[in-house]
């Protein structure tokens, strides 16, 4: 059980990290700040949300469990709001060409 | 699995560091502001890897710290870059 | 330990890169960008120095509030920054602060460099005497016991600063508000943060006062994310800053340090010296202390965003 748990730890982390590079690799080839901000939301919040699946099975109280899981909402409740507003500052500032 | 986990947070921090890179150089004040929110995301992920890794204690509340002060940060730079020059109320008239 | 060697070596890395960054930075914006990242990073470093008292604060104050502050003074610099950054200083000036900046840095390298193998250290007499206090977190006891004085003067500097906030006020203005924090183009998504987010983060904020008692956490910790839950709100347009001549706003701004005072005087019938605790009450005083100056503190740091009043006196 704690083997299987260990794999699924592996696999979880290990994909969530792929995401990170991936939001990396969107943030250093896209042409423009909307297209950037795309690429930092969607694969960092799948990233953490992997990342915060593959440690569920490695916290040692029940409680923990939930700060984890409560950390990965706050994120995608501040990160959403965000970039909308970063999103409608760079519609705002620099009109399409 | 202490090992894996430290080697993740350092791959994690490293395409933290790749995407600041870009983000600091702009060139609209609108790329600068994704730091905090690039930065709260990644450091919050290799700071809950460190904690799993090393068992140290509080590091989730370290971590869900850092997310409502990261989101609070990303806010006030959507204002501070997107509302410059505001007039000083007591500089009315050009004194 | 190989991959601890690497997260290591890159956080250092990382972290030297962003300081350059914030020195190099030719403008006021990019160069508080950097230094909330780095404010950020070195959350992470003091984790890896197994310190997460000090990690806390540095995420909340230099992640989050410090950044804040300083974005606040770079949009009232933005009108003088064109002729600011123009104007470049002499060769000669130039080298003699890069100079006295690396002659500072090394000075400090030396000293860390130099201690002695093992450091001396008052670690085991901190935490031999740490059952007389109640607590047992050992950075409270130092910070609420050992060294009470330290953090009554820390709670009075921090009253002092938003005095020196105030007095930029020009006369008429005085005992108005502050200017309205809210962002200038209304938004619905932000409303709605600004709605969720603050009771979750008044929650966080409370257990991290309490939890300080017994594990990392503290007062400091907790009022600072009050305190940006509150400025949130305000900046969402939810609230508008307080008139600061109002008798609430000035009493829950010293009510801690007051509080702290008084049990420091009391200390002298109860227990025979200034901010001594009488035994058995040491622990029940100490928590009492911080959520009084959590209160105050939340509400000086808002304050202190907020800057000086710029409204005059609703009559």
């Known amino acids: ?97 | 699995m202490t090992e894996f986990l430290l080697a993740v947070g350092a791959f994690v921090l490293a395409t933290v560091a790749l995407g600041l890179i870009r983000v600091l150089r702009g060139p609209a004040d609108a790329d600068r502001m994704m730091a905090p929110q690039l930065l709260g995301t990644g450091g919050i992920a290799a700071l809950l890897l460190l904690g799993a890794a090393t068992g140290m204690p509080g590091a989730i509340d370290v971590a869900l710290t850092l997310t409502l002060l990261a989101a609070f940060a990303s806010v006030a730079f959507v204002k501070g870059a997107s509302e410059p020059a505001e007039p000083e109320p007591d500089e009315g008239g050009g004194g | 330990m190989t991959f601890a060697l690497a997260f290591d070596c890159g956080l250092a890395v990382l972290i030297l890169a962003m300081a350059i960054w914030t020195i190099a930075a030719r403008t006021t914006f990019p160069a508080v960008v950097g230094f909330v990242a780095y404010g950020l990073l070195l959350t992470l470093v003091w984790m890896r120095l197994a310190a997460p008292d000090v990690a806390l604060t540095e995420a909340a104050i230099g992640g989050g509030l410090t950044g804040v502050l300083l974005l606040g003074a770079t949009s009232r610099l933005r009108a003088t920054e064109p002729p600011a950054v123009s104007e470049r200083p002499s060769v000669p000036f130039r080298l003699a602060v890069a100079g006295l900046c690396t002659l500072l840095s090394a000075a400090i390298a030396a000293v860390v460099l130099l201690l002695p193998d093992p450091a001396p250290t008052l670690a085991p007499e901190a935490a031999a005497k740490l059952s007389l206090t109640g607590v047992g977190n050992a950075v409270t006891a130092v910070l609420l016991a050992y060294r009470a004085l330290d953090t009554l003067l820390e709670s009075a500097v921090l009253l002092l600063a938003l005095v020196g906030v105030w007095s930029l006020a020009p006369d008429r203005f005085w005992g108005g508000a502050p200017r309205s924090l809210a962002l200038r183009h209304r938004d619905g998504s932000l409303s709605l943060l600004g709605q969720v987010l603050p009771p979750i983060g008044i929650v966080l904020g409370v257990y991290i006062v309490w939890v300080g008692a017994d594990a990392p956490g503290g007062k400091f910790q907790g009022a600072t994310i009050i305190g940006a839950m509150w400025v949130l709100t305000m900046m969402a347009g939810l609230q508008t800053p307080p008139e600061i001549s109002q008798a609430w706003v000035r009493v829950i701004l010293v009510a801690g340090a007051a509080f702290f005072l008084a049990v420091g005087i009391a200390g002298f019938w109860l227990a025979g010296a200034f901010l001594a605790y009488p035994t058995g009450f040491a622990k029940s005083l100490i928590v009492a202390i911080e959520v009084a100056l959590t209160l105050s503190v939340a509400a000086t740091l808002g304050l202190l965003v907020a800057g000086p009043p710029a409204r005059p006196v609703r009559t």
């Open chain 1, 1 to 97: 059980m704690s083997l299987l748990l260990d794999i699924f730890t592996v696999v979880a982390v290990s994909l969530g990290a792929v995401f990170f590079l991936a939001g990396a690799v969107g943030l250093l080839r896209f042409p423009d700040t909307l297209t950037r901000l795309h690429a930092l939301t969607k694969a960092d919040n799948v990233g953490l949300g992997l990342i915060v699946l593959g440690l569920l099975p490695q916290t040692e109280r029940p409680l923990a469990a939930v700060k984890l899981i409560v950390a990965w909402l706050l994120v995608q409740l501040a990160s959403g709001t965000v970039s909308q507003l970063i999103a409608r500052t760079a519609r705002r500032t620099e009109p399409p060409a």
